[in-house]
């Protein structure tokens, strides 16, 4: 069981706006940033968006976050094919003193 | 360009001991804390340990506290993780990553380890 909850699919059809969630508690999500990753098929995970919204060079404006208490969301608009891969949200957890991740959700494009 | 590079997966026993090693290139490595970050056979991403940039700050995942070790090298750009005590539980791909106290920015292509009699 992860830390972090998220639901273990999503899909949608191109240019379609879609959101996934991130649940966790007041020692991780409540206190401290969240961090949205993307982990394509064969490739190596990367960055997609941290701390307040911000995206590192490369990653379009498609994609944006939000915190409300102990939950986020990742949204992206405008679906595209190549937004097919696994979503991962993470924080840091004040009392486990260590990174936690969520399950991971896995976004189709129809 | 910034490039990391995993190696030293292998097949292990359990109870078996394994180093994994990460060649760092293309940025300040002294600059930047630095990660293991695993991924079990069809299982989301579990991160194991992060150490600061003089290797002064390390924590560890419960999961392997006790059991690995963090280490680096900031004379030859290099990030270790020595394994011991290894379990099933612990068969995955490891990524070495930059980052730590802040967003895991940069992640290597990672390496296998599996632990099976």
């Known amino acids: 069981q992860s830390v972090l909850t998220q639901p273990p699919s999503a899909s949608g059809t191109p240019g379609q706006r879609l959101t996934i969630s991130c649940s966790g508690s007041s020692s991780n999500i409540a206190n401290n940033y969240v961090y949205w990753y993307q982990h394509l098929p064969g490739m190596s995970p990367r960055l997609l968006i941290h701390k307040n919204n911000e995206r590192p060079s490369g990653v379009p404006d498609r994609f944006s976050v939000s915190k409300s208490g102990t939950s986020a969301s990742l949204a992206i608009s405008g679906l595209r094919a190549e937004d097919e891969a696994d979503y991962y949200c993470?924080?840091?957890?004040?009392?486990?003193?260590?990174?936690?991740f969520g399950g991971g959700t896995k976004l189709t494009v129809l | 360009q910034v490039q990391l590079v995993e190696s030293g997966g292998v097949l292990v026993k359990p109870g078996g001991s394994l180093r994994l090693s990460c060649a760092a290139s293309g940025f300040t490595f002294t600059a930047y804390y630095m990660s293991w970050i695993r991924q079990a056979p069809g299982q989301g991403l579990e991160w194991v340990s992060y150490?600061?940039?003089?290797?002064?700050?390390?924590y560890y995942a419960n999961s392997v506290k006790g059991r690995f070790t963090i280490s680096r090298d900031n004379t030859k750009n290099s990030l270790h993780l020595q394994m011991n005590s290894l379990r099933a539980e612990d068969t995955a791909v490891y990524f070495c990553v930059r980052g730590g106290g802040d967003a895991f920015d940069f992640w290597g292509r990672g390496t296998m380890v599996t632990v099976s009699s």
């Open positions: 150490i600061s940039t003089g290797g002064h700050t390390i």
């Open positions: 993470a924080a840091w957890d004040d009392s486990l003193r260590g990174w936690v």
